[in-house]
């Protein structure tokens, strides 16, 4: 950043930006850990588009994905990490910021 960048959305996370990716953080944020299956429900998106996202976030390190069974059932859960906790906490301050007094 230059010193000439000083209004707040330049803190503002590029991959949380995207609605979908978003959303996916902030079930994740509220509930701890989640199915993938309850997370594609809450987003209201497809199993490819979720596992696309879920990718993206993975690799920047935001969300931990965990696989297990259930009995023969495979079980993917998805969990965000320290990182992710604190990128998504600086993005909604950021947009508080931005947004000032109009959330209110």
Do not use: C
Request: glycine content about 6%.
């Amino acid at each position: 950043m230059t010193s000439t960048e000083h209004h707040p959305r330049h803190r503002l996370d590029e991959l949380l930006q995207n609605p979908v990716r978003f959303s996916i953080v902030a079930a994740l944020d509220r509930a701890g850990t989640l199915s993938f299956k309850e997370v594609r429900d809450a987003v209201e998106i497809t199993d490819s588009a979720l596992s696309k996202q879920v990718s993206s976030l993975e690799a920047a390190g935001y969300l931990k994905v965990g696989k297990s069974f259930a009995g023969k059932m495979p079980r993917t859960s998805l969990t965000l990490t320290r990182e992710g906790r604190t990128v998504w906490r600086t993005h909604l301050t950021t947009l508080r910021e931005i947004a000032g007094d109009a959330i209110d």
